[in-house]
């Protein structure tokens, strides 16, 4: 009876042994192909974050003026290294302040997974779009431009020229006469305006600020420098000076005069408002221009 149960299992023992064998090869299989392919997985998903950090690299350059890439030409950055993959950066300006990034991370097996970026450039200063002249901007006589003004220099206005829009300048910003300018004025230098010439908005100069004769700025103003007012000029807002702030005959404040250094009123001039105050910093200085912001246009991502 004994020799019998033992011949029963043996068939049985044999069945188990060929089901094994037919299941076990698939699933070593499939256990390695899920191993595979969770590496592949980890390592596109790190590409990815390496690249994206190429991006925001990129970004940065161009926020905060580490970089500078003209008109129509490509800037490579350094290469870095990043979760063990190589990335590479590229910046095409493609004008109009649209930039096309490319950034490539790269592992060691030569895979590498690529993000492609068009961003756009804003500036705090500006309410909208503007236009850069890499020169600066000379605008001649009678000539009227529409537009915010971004110049890589000086800003001149010959006489009876006028913009109708922002103007930010990276050097020094005249208007001779009888110019206008019809929007926010910021200089990294000083702002003259000469006689009988009008800016109609709020004035921002790292320098001093100079009105001639008749000269008329309709809103507030800032100077790293001193303020003075010929004969008869006109400031109709606030003035913060971290200087001093001199006006001479008859000319007139129609507001508050905030100054580090002396106040000086000639022959009939006038000080509306409370003054000799204080100078303790400007309110302005959300006008300026170098307050960037990026806004990401398309973003795609690709992987070989």
Known sequence: MMNSQKGQALPLALVALAIGMLTIAPFLSHAGSSLIGSRIYQQSTSEQYSADAGVEYAIWHLQSGESEVPEG??????????NS?????????QGEQIYKITSIATSDDGSSTTIEAYVSIILGFFDGSFTTFPGGLTL???????????????????????????????????????????????AEGNIQLDQNATINGNVYAEGSIQLD???TINGDVCAGGNVQLDQDA??????????????????????????????????????????????????????????IGIDIQTWEIGRQ
Do not use: W
């Open 85 to 93: 993959q190589s990335v590479n950066v590229t910046i095409d300006n």
């Open 213 to 215: 004769r008749n000269a």
């Open 73 to 82: 030409e490509e800037l490579e950055l350094p290469q870095f290294m990043l």
């Open 140 to 186: 001649n006589r009678g000539e009227e431009y529409t537009g915010n003004v971004y110049a890589e220099g000086n800003v001149q206005l010959d006489q009876g020229a006028t913009i109708n829009g922002g103007v930010y300048a990276e050097g020094n910003i005249q208007l001779d006469q009888n110019a206008t300018i019809n929007g926010n004025v910021y």
């Open 234 to 291: 006109v400031i109709n807002g606030n003035v913060y000076a971290v200087g001093n702030v001199h006006l001479d005959k008859n000319a007139a404040i129609d507001g508050d005069v905030y100054a580090g250094g002396d106040v000086q009123l000639g022959q009939g001039a006038t000080i509306t408002g409370d003054y000799p105050l204080p100078y303790e910093g400007c309110p302005l200085q959300g006008i300026r221009g170098i307050d």
